[in-house]
Nanobody, 118 residues
Framework: QVQLVESGGGLVQPGGSLRLSCVTS????????MNWYRQAPGKERELVAG????????NYADSVKGRFTISRDNAENTVYLQMNSLKPEDTAVYYC???????????WGQGTQVTVSS
C-alpha cells in the first residue's frame, strides 16, 4: 500500500521558517521523482519544487527560488522542504507527490497546512 505522509506544517510569522517532511512507503522511493506542490484557497494547485531520484537535479517555482530548498534521504524514504523567509503568500496546503512517468505512477499525500501570518 502506497503511503505519503506529510508533516511539519503550522502557523509561522512572516520571515520565519518551517521544514516539511514527507515519509513514504509502499513503493521504491529511490527511483521516483519527488515534488512538493501547494494549493492556496481559491487557487489552483501549483508546483513548488522537484527533485530527481538521486537528488542531483532540483527545480523550483520562481516565487520560492532562494528561499525554499528541497532535499531527499533515500535511505529513509523521505523528502523534505526547507522553507525560509516565509511570506503570507506562501500560505497554502502543501502536498508531497511521487512520480514515475515510465509506469504512469503518480502518488499524492494528504497535505499539511502552512499558514504565514502575524
Amino acid at each position: 500500500q502506497v503511503q505519503l505522509v506529510e508533516s511539519g506544517g503550522g502557523l509561522v510569522q512572516p520571515g520565519g521558517s518551517l521544514r516539511l517532511s514527507c515519509v513514504t512507503s509502499g513503493f521504491t522511493f529511490s527511483t521516483y521523482y519527488m515534488n512538493w506542490y501547494r494549493q492556496a484557497p481559491g487557487k489552483e494547485r501549483e508546483l513548488v519544487a522537484g527533485i530527481s531520484s538521486g537528488g542531483s537535479v532540483t527545480n523550483y517555482a520562481d516565487s520560492v527560488k532562494g528561499r525554499f530548498t528541497i532535499s531527499r534521504d533515500n535511505a529513509e524514504n523521505t523528502v523534505y522542504l526547507q522553507m525560509n523567509s516565509l511570506k503570507p503568500e506562501d500560505t497554502a496546503v502543501y502536498y508531497c507527490n511521487a512520480v514515475m512517468k515510465f509506469y504512469g505512477h503518480d502518488y499524492w499525500g494528504q497535505g499539511t497546512q502552512v499558514t504565514v501570518s502575524s
